[in-house]
């Protein structure tokens, strides 16, 4: 084994030993290739695993299965009355009126209604489970104010009873965030919502990461009293500062990876987690999705996002976002929403019922999120307020449509559309199972499917989640 | 909807502020003003049934929020706090509630580090230069785990303490003390003299508690001293004792949508725990929110949703919210010589899809206008060429 002399490999040697090992024969290759122009001896090429924590999501084998006779909202604005849907092999196979099939099993949904899961892109499962206790208190990293270097799965507890009962309330997808008492609060993991031991059992199989970021009151009151930002121009400044460093950090990486296609021996730059995640942004590879509640503080976060070249996949809370609706949708920025939380803060005190639907009436991107355990059981009944508030105020969108801030909208800004988020032929088959009109109090999901599986039942004890944490528990299968 | 149940094709008379009759058909006699709500639900006005309203307008780092006091190490019983002084009808959530069919409430403190949180006012959300309609209306007791600390945050300390209040207040035998009076007990004078009308039964004892055993503690302090009017506040597993419950005539406030277990006190958390205790015969009255006081009906819904029968809804959000707040004789019904509090709905008021179409809040048909609606229309506004400032809904 020949061991090229080069000072600066043997100083980094030992770090990448292992690499090395793999790259002797190509470096001999190189040298064995009779090429007129002598390239330079080349060091192992250093890439960056993106992906150290794969996803073991196992789909279990859904079957044939045949739902017939439902009221069907799409999740994209359609809606089919007397339809039947086919799922096969985990997938939706078939849309429509009439489907035969001979080896299906068959549902009968005759008074009900059937829609994509619902996805929420703002969940703290898992990160802040119940029991909400301090040991539990898992989802801000809140030492410094920019902790691009977490990732909220290295914190999600796969016990948090909070799934089982998001689960009952028609959630197939949720992405786990970290809090918002950074500037950057590092990276956000997205889920199917299946109750399973370990996070990379729930991981979305090929879903990109997000990154949260925050505005306003949160940074600026956790970290006023230690170092700043105690303002919120000091929170601009410290977003800035980051996006120079991630900035040049890229450019390290961009300057190594041309210089070694080149076939010269660059030096790789020195890993850092921190700005690895800030480059994934910058590179269009991770998400952004920045808790944020006035306009005017949208409106110049969004001018940061021009600066640096990169794209704020949603807003986050935008409880102002019907003063900048027409921005929003010009800038391609979501806002994901309640339907009427308010006054809880400052930046919270704008807040009104119509948010939702002047969004969407602007033409942007509207979503429907929960940031709350409680919340996320039922965020067909957010929707519905939303949509009724709009009606009242003159706003009118069908229930149809008021789906889409449920299912598509959500999947988009989660960059897992072209996987889940409607009832289309070659999607996951995650879909609810409604007693009727999701957009009654009184209804309620009947069964749950992801990918095709039956993981939720209403009333079937066989099909309840129970975590380990709640075994002899006086809640034990308490819904 | 009253106090009969539900009458159709109903008529209301209202007179200088309260009802004088509700009657199936009914003319109008001349000189009334009509509203007409035919084919529409109408009910009593909406009560919250623990609320803050009137002592916050923003919670966090925003000023005023007159319903948290924090006397640290004072040795304060908390038992003289008295919400009353604080109420500002101005505060902008009372529109904001009201518009939705929110027409009176308790205002009870929401954070305080005492022993007792203090006396709770009811208030009107009307237009009444006077909001109070009863100053001292109820007790607030938190028996929770972690919020005893007011008694060095054991519960090994806290029951004994309780029992040793109470014992206090009962050798009263009814009566306040007087500055003359002789007194060696172990609380100040202002402090077991707010305990009197508790201990006659006159002032319901709000208690805040979750975990069974606790609430059994409180059931035998009701065997104790019998003339208390317990109403337990949250109370997640109240439905592990409902039969004891209903048996000792205690009733329940509670947010039917809370099934997980924020703590050790709350593992028996479940979305049935309102339909059971009915069940069982306890009184459940619903309405926990400030803010979103005007959440009250979806709540209600809710627990309608996993097994509460309907009528019992509405009820826990108008009569049964009245009576466990002590103000029965005047509101949360539709009868005769209540306060003329009503809402005309634009559909079944459970349902998360209907809203309030006129509220009238003691005889008054009250503007359906707030800061929210005002904002709204604002934006709603805002193709015009004229800068937002000068649009003024």
Known sequence: ???????????????????????????????????????????????????????????????????????????????????????????????????????????????????????????????????????????????????????????????????????????????????????????????????????????????????????????????????????????????????????????????????????????????????????????????????????????????????????????????????????????????????????????????????????????????????????????????????????????????????????????????????????????????????????????????????????????????????DFELDQPGEGEL | MTGQGKVENATILIEDEVIKSVKSGGSVPSGYKTIDAAGKWVTPGIIGAYTSLGLVDVEYSAGIADYSAKLEDSGYLGTQIETKYAVNPDSSLINIARIEGITSAASVMADTDTFFQGQGAFISLGDKVNPIVKGNAVMLLDMTGGKIDGSSGSRAVAWPKLLSVLQEAASLKGKTLRKKDDWDGDLTKTEVNALVPVMKGDMPLLITVNRTMDIRHIIHIKQKFEDLKIVLVHATEAWRVADELAAHDIAVILRPESNLPYDFDELGATLSNAARLDAAGVKVAIGMDTHNARLVMQHAGNAVANGLPWEKGLASITSVAAEVLGVADSHGSLEKGKSADVVVWSGDPLEVMSYAETVVIDGEQIPMTSRQSKLRDRYLQMQSDKAYRYIKP
């Open chain 1, 1 to 467: 084994m020949k061991i090229p002399n080069n000072n600066r490999l043997v100083k980094g040697g030992l770090r990448h030993l292992s690499v090395l090992a793999l790259s002797v024969g190509l470096a001999s290759n190189a040298i064995a290739d009779d090429h007129e122009e002598k390239t330079e001896q080349q060091d192992p090429y250093v890439e960056v695993n993106p992906n150290p924590f794969p996803s073991t999501y196992q789909p279990a084998d859904s079957g044939t299965v045949l739902i017939t006779n439902v009221t069907l909202l799409d999740g994209i604005g359609g809606r089919l009355d007397n339809a039947s849907v086919l799922i096969e092999n985990g997938d939706i196979k078939q849309v429509g009126s009439n489907i035969s099939a001979v080896e299906a099993t068959v549902i009968d949904g005759t008074g009900k209604w059937l829609t994509p899961g619902i996805i929420d892109n703002h969940s703290h499962l898992g990160v802040y489970p119940t029991p909400d206790v301090d040991s539990h208190a898992d989802g801000n990293e809140m030492t410094t104010p920019v902790t691009a270097e977490v990732w909220s799965e290295h914190s999600v507890w796969p016990q948090d009873p909070g799934f089982s009962a998001a689960l009952a309330g028609g959630v197939t997808t949720l992405q786990i965030l970290p809090g918002s008492a950074n500037l950057v609060g590092g990276r956000a993991v997205t889920l199917k919502n299946v109750p399973d031991r370990t996070v990379q059992d729930m991981k979305f199989p090929d879903a990109p990461y997000g990154m949260k970021m925050a505005c306003g009151e949160n940074p600026k009151r956790v970290y006023g009293g230690k170092g700043g930002p105690m303002t919120r121009m000091g929170n601009v400044a410290g977003y800035r500062k980051e996006w120079i460093a991630a900035t040049e950090y890229k450019q390290k990486w961009d300057k190594y990876k041309k210089e070694y296609a080149e076939g010269k021996n660059p030096a790789a730059p020195t890993r850092d987690l921190k700005l690895e995640t800030l480059m994934g942004v910058l590179e269009g590879e991770i998400l952004v999705h920045m808790h944020c509640y006035r306009a005017d503080e949208m409106a110049v976060m969004m001018d940061v996002m021009k600066e640096f070249d990169y794209q704020i996949t949603s807003f986050h809370h935008a409880v102002e976002g019907y003063k900048i609706a027409d921005k929003l949708a010009e800038n391609n920025v979501c806002a994901s929403m309640w339907a009427d939380w308010w006054g809880f803060k400052m930046e919270a005190y704008d807040g009104i019922l119509e948010n939702i639907p002047l969004v969407a009436n602007a033409g942007g991107c509207a979503i429907v999120h929960s940031d709350s355990d409680l919340g996320i059981q039922r965020l067909n009944q957010e929707a519905a307020k939303a949509l009724a508030n709009g009606k009242k105020a003159g706003i009118e969108f069908t229930k149809a449509q008021a789906w889409e801030w449920l299912s598509a909208n959500p999947a988009r800004s989660l960059g897992v559309f072209d996987q889940t988020g409607s009832v289309e032929p070659g999607k996951d088959a995650d879909l609810v199972l409604w007693s009727g009109d999701p957009f009654s109090t009184y209804t309620q999901a009947e069964q749950v499917f992801i990918d095709g599986v039956k993981v939720y039942e209403k009333g079937n004890d066989a099909l309840w989640p129970v975590t």
